[in-house]
């Protein structure tokens, strides 16, 4: 049966601005300063009624503080998601400028530039431990807040792929590629393609068509060696001619800094 409601059970605007009124009307003291009210008069419908105004910013800054809290777990939530390793987690930019970390005039431009439709993408080339990890790292902390990024390398995405399936057998290689291709930049650092695997070098082959194919924002990292040994392979050949062309690519020539304080 049809609820009846009466006209008794609705209140007229009139009622309802009395209500609030008689509420502003309670003098309240703020639980976190102590601080009173301070009394307002206003004039309503000709007749003077003196409403109370909180006389602190407690309140205001109580939700501020909530908003920052939460975008703070939103972050967080995209740093773990972006698979940034807990060492890398205070990189920036800036820090590494000072290291006197190279490319980064060229790394920070990239990051105001970014455009995840562009498939603007670098290719960052140098001996082991001259900063290219970290400096890669420092970009995808600079894109975050706005963009989604990750971090993977090249063994992972292998692992992933090939040996992972005792843990998850329905997660298949197209479901795994499907999975990177949802990031606005995806890094692959250590991009070593074992070149006596032909598994290793289809995968990287699908992975690079689909890169391709989306337009799709990436960061290699390589040692020059290991460019070389990959060049040897016709596919792969083919697949770094495509990198040189859609990549700027950032040459790391320093010694490495590992061990060296503050350098
Ligand atoms: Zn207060």
Redesign the pocket.
Known sequence: MATVINNSDWQSSGQIIENIIKEAGKKHI?P??G?EDVPCEITLNGVKRIVYASN?D?YEKEQKAKEEQKRKEWLQEKFKNANIGKRYIDITLDKLEAMGTENIAAAKKYVADFNPESGASIHMIGEFGNGKTSEGYAIIKALLPKFNCVSITWNEIVTRCYYAKAFDASETIDQILKWLSQFDLIMIDEFVINIKDDKEINLATALFDNLYKDNKCFILINNPCDIVDMKKVPRLGKLLDRVKDQAEIFTFKHESYRGVKNA
């Open positions: 703020c976190k300063c601080k602190c407690c």
